[in-house]
């Protein structure tokens, strides 16, 4: 069983190496495109709850601290993929777009008391979009512009991680990441009149780099039977390098000939601080219920913009790019009977809802809010050779909207197993 389940792992290791998740969002545009939700099976049911959420037999790497309460006689292996249907509305004009992506593949086991340790590949952001819209120049209609707009590609992330309880209710974790990946924006506008040339702009960026983040977690015991965890965690921002580029092409459809000029910003890209609080409660470890506050100082970062001052071009930082991004969580878990021979006793019922703003701007304005809900199930899977394995189940629904702004209403599916072998068992022998 171990062999299989091996060989497994390492089947969805190498393809979460090689796979990109997609996104058909035109939000994807702007920044590093749309950050990931970067949650495990588990907590995708509670809409992503987890800063102060910790269990013997989940890996919850929203917060390394969490690692120190995995059960000692497990190796534990979280995979996950989603599938997704979103529809975007705007003035009255509605169009839908499906993906099913590969999203996480994590490890986790304890190295010794009090002391756990991660691994894994997760996504970071998404690139995916193609759209175009025709209009009037200059309000005469004899000669028409349709602007083109695509992209693709991401940013990938790989981390290990370690947390430790050096006292009795107290947990710290750090999380080192490496982070790697490239995106590619392209628009493009052409003229219906012949005279007029045609213009594309092209930016790129590939970057290789690094990211920590820190955590902690410490329970209050209540009474006997309750008891209150708070966490909170830490990633401070620094430059990622990035060298991001720009060609801007006009192409004369008459003559043949074509003008490019490049443009590079050395070492332009950031990422900001990010931190996150959390409460969560735990009954008689059957009823979990949390809140999560996330704040990601997008606001205090610069990001590269192409502009055109009189006659005069450039590509340089802007420090008007981005906002910061706030996000609050509220969910749950209910759980009657873990240890318990009876399935529905056993059986994870999760739920969540969120509110958040996005952390990019549009034409100078705030980018659309985010709200979403959540529901799940955490299924256990009994066979001959494993009782303590997972199948996390969840249905989210999420919509981004703001005045003027186009609206997208996500329905997503998220998919993952958690395989828990017991791989550090002292066997006796009479």
Same mark, same amino acid.
């Given at each position: ?5 091996? %060989? !497994?792992? &390492?089947? +969805?290791?190498? $393809?979460?190496? =090689? ?5 058909? *969002?035109?939000? /994807? ?24 959420y910790k269990e013997h037999n989940q890996v919850n790497f929203i917060n390394p601290a969490s690692y ?45 008391? %009090? !002391?756990? &340790?991660? +691994?894994?590949? $997760?996504?970071? =952001? ?5 759209? *175009?819209?025709? /209009? ?15 992209g693709s590609g991401g940013l990938h992330q790989a981390f290990v991680g370690v947390g430790w309880s ?55 015991? !209540? ?81 590269p913009i192409y502009q055109v001052n009189g006659n005069t071009p450039s590509y340089a930082m802007s ?112």
């Amino acid at each position: 069983m171990r062999k299989i389940f091996c %060989g !497994l792992a &390492m089947t +969805f290791v190498v $393809l979460a190496a =090689s796979a990109q998740s997609g996104t058909n *969002s035109p939000y /994807s545009q702007y920044g590093f495109g749309v950050l990931a939700d970067q949650t495990g099976g588990g907590n995708r049911g509670m809409n992503g709850l987890g800063v102060g959420y910790k269990e013997h037999n989940q890996v919850n790497f929203i917060n390394p601290a969490s690692y120190s309460s995995i059960d000692s006689l497990s190796f534990i292996f979280d995979v996950g993929v989603s599938g997704q249907l979103t529809n975007f509305s705007e003035n009255g004009k509605k169009k839908n777009a499906k993906n099913a992506d590969f999203e996480y593949a994590i490890a986790g086991f304890r190295v010794a008391r %009090g !002391l756990g &340790m991660s +691994f894994g590949l $997760l996504p970071f =952001s998404n690139v995916g979009y193609s759209f *175009s819209s025709t /209009s009037s120049v200059n309000g005469d209609n004899t000669v028409a512009s349709t602007q083109s707009y695509s992209g693709s590609g991401g940013l990938h992330q790989a981390f290990v991680g370690v947390g430790w309880s050096p006292l009795r209710n107290l947990s710290v974790g750090v999380n080192a990441s490496y982070i790697w990946g490239s995106f590619t924006r392209s628009i493009t506008n052409v003229y219906s009149e012949a005279t007029i040339s045609s213009l594309s702009k092209t930016y790129d960026a590939t970057l290789t780099n690094y990211k920590i983040d820190l955590g902690v977690q410490y329970t209050v015991p !209540l009474d006997k039977k309750n008891s209150l965890t708070v966490g909170a965690t830490f990633s401070p921002g620094h430059n990622v390098g990035g060298d991001p580029s720009c060609r801007v092409t006009s192409y004369n459809t008459q003559t043949g000939v074509s003008n490019t000029s490049s443009y590079e910003v050395k070492d332009g890209l950031e990422l900001p601080n990010m931190l996150s609080a959390g409460l969560m409660f735990n009954h008689n470890n059957q009823l979990k219920v949390g809140v999560d506050y996330h704040l990601q100082q997008w606001s205090k970062i610069s990001f590269p913009i192409y502009q055109v001052n009189g006659n005069t071009p450039s590509y340089a930082m802007s420090g008007d790019y981005f906002n910061d991004r706030h996000k609050i969580v509220l969910g749950g878990e209910y759980c009657k009977a873990e240890m318990t021979r009876g399935f529905f006793n056993r059986l994870r019922y999760r739920a969540g809802v969120s509110y958040g703003t996005t952390n990019y701007k549009i034409n100078g304005n705030d980018g659309p809010k985010e709200m979403s809900v959540s529901a799940g199930f955490g299924i256990p899977i009994v066979n001959t050779y494993n009782n303590r394995s997972i199948l996390n189940l969840s249905a989210q629904w999420s919509r981004l909207s703001g005045n003027g702004l186009l609206a997208e209403n996500t329905f997503r599916i998220n998919l993952g197993i958690t395989f828990n072998e017991r791989w550090f068992m002292k066997w006796k022998v009479e």
